[in-house]
Each structure stands twice: as C-alpha cells, then as structure tokens.
C-alpha cells in the first residue's frame, strides 16, 4: 500500500511539474490558441457561407456544429500529443531528461503523471477554443446531451494517449527534427477520422482505415449527443465505445513499451546527452 501511494505522489509530481513548464512557457499558451481558434473559426465560416455556394436547404446550424466538433476534437488531439511529445523536447532544451530516466520511479509512473495533465490540459484548452468560437455564431444547442459527449471524450483520451507515447519515441530519438515528425502521425488521423467529413467520402480503400484511429469514434459518439442528443446507454454511443476501449486497452501498453525499447536504446547509443 505505501508503495502504491509513493507511485501516485511521484505520478502527481509530474502532473505538478508540467504544470510549472506550462507557466513558465505560458505565451506559447496564447500563440497556440489563438492560432487554433483562427483555424477553427477559417472552418466552421465555411459552414455559415454554405447556403451562399447555392446550397439551398442545406441546415446551416447542423453543419456549423458538425465542423465546429471536428475542429474541437482536432483541437484537443493535438494539444494531448504535443502535451506528451513536447515535454521530452523541453526536457531535450532544459538538459535534464538524464535526471528524469535517473529517478527512482518506474517509466509507467513517469508517463501517467505527464498523460494526466496532457488530459487536463487539452480539455481546458478545447472548452476555451468552443467557449471563444461558440460566441460568434447563434448555434442551436436545445437538443445536445453533454454528458455523451464529455463521457466520449474521456473515454477517447485513454487511446489518444496511447498514440501520443508512441509518438514521443520520435523527439526522443531524434532531437532536431522529431517534434516535427510526430506531427505526420496525427496528419493521418486527421486524413482518415473524418474530422471535416464524413468517412464515407473517401475512397474505398481508405475507409478501412478509419476503424483503427481512435478519433472516429470519438468524432462519432460526440456528433451523435452533440447534434442528436444521444443518451450514453444508446446503441450508437456503445458502438463507438467499445472499440475506444480495446484501442486504449492495446494502444497504452504497446506505447510504453515503445518507449521504454526507444529509452535503453537511446541511453545505449549516447542520444540522451544531445541537448538543443
């Protein structure tokens, strides 16, 4: 039992502290949601202005909302990913993830505190973004069941995670350039989830593609409280559930164990002492 609490008190030690890099880099706070909120607003303006491309008949607030979800999960997939990914490059500027693979915790310890707050952080984040472009459209909300969708997102977070420490295998290994190429993992998702359209749009071949990213489901189970007020007992919302739960249940353990393959390796191969 004293084991297990030293873990959860070392587990919220990371939490805490990522808290404190947050406030320490906080202008990058404002840039990125300023940049999320002008890019969200580029999309759903692309909803009002439908009627206006001769799309009579078209309901103008559904596909408002529509896009306005799919910019919001987007919103909040990369900021959970960045939340893991970009504290190895941090630690990478501040030289010390040396100190960090050092400490006497276990690596999964280590990661559920960083995956916690990444969770707390894209959630608040996201409710700023909806809060900020909610306000500058007359959106009819009469019939939307939040409960589905906070319990969709949660239950999202546990596979998006998942990706996200896999993902940060590649700043770990490559110090210059492996913030970037984490960004191609979460371009896929974006490409193949329908997150500005329907799955069904894309070619054949893709399609199968989407049953393997945890944003579809996401996507699917939160349009269906948000737009249609889904109960989370319904058939529809389960549907997108227990795939979210077999992703997150495979996704997390193969993630650390990438990860801690990629930590002995670099630790083996010298690539921990390159900082910048």
């Known amino acids: 039992m004293s084991s297990l609490i030293h873990q959860a008190r070392a587990s919220y030690a990371f939490f805490e502290r990522n808290w404190n890099l947050t406030k320490r880099y906080w202008a990058w706070e404002i840039v990125w949601l300023v940049y999320n909120v002008a890019n969200a607003l580029s999309i759903t303006f692309l909803g009002a202005s439908a009627q206006n491309w001769g799309g009579k008949g078209v309901d103008t607030n559904r596909l408002i909302l529509f896009l306005l979800i799919g910019t919001s999960v987007w919103s909040y997939l990369s900021v959970t990913f960045e939340g893991v990914t970009d504290l190895i490059t941090i630690e990478r500027w501040e030289g010390t993830i040396e100190h960090t693979f050092m400490a006497p915790i276990s690596r999964f310890t280590h990661l559920v505190g960083s995956c916690w707050y990444a969770i707390a952080h894209g959630l608040l984040f996201t409710f700023l973004q909806l809060l900020i472009v909610g306000s500058f459209f007359h959106l009819d909300l009469a019939r939307a069941n939040y409960l589905t969708a906070i319990f969709m997102l949660l239950v999202g977070s546990v596979s998006f995670i998942g990706f ?58 939160l349009r269906s409280g948000i737009l249609d007020g889904t109960p989370i007992w ?15 249940v495979i996704s997390v353990p193969v993630g650390i164990y990438i990860f801690s393959l990629a930590e002995r390796y670099a630790k083996r191969t010298g690539k921990l002492k390159r900082n910048g």
Not at 182 to 198: F, N
Request: no cysteine.
């Open 164 to 221: 996200g420490i896999a993902a940060s295998v590649l700043p770990l290994l490559f110090t210059e350039r492996g913030s970037q190429m984490s960004y191609i993992i979460r371009a896929l998702l974006l490409l193949v989830s329908g997150v500005y359209y329907d799955i069904s749009v894309m070619p054949a071949w893709m399609q199968p593609l989407a049953k393997v990213s945890p944003a579809t489901y996401v996507l699917t189970g």
């Open 234 to 248: 319904s058939p529809i919302v389960w549907n997108s559930t227990w795939p979210l739960i077999i992703i997150g």
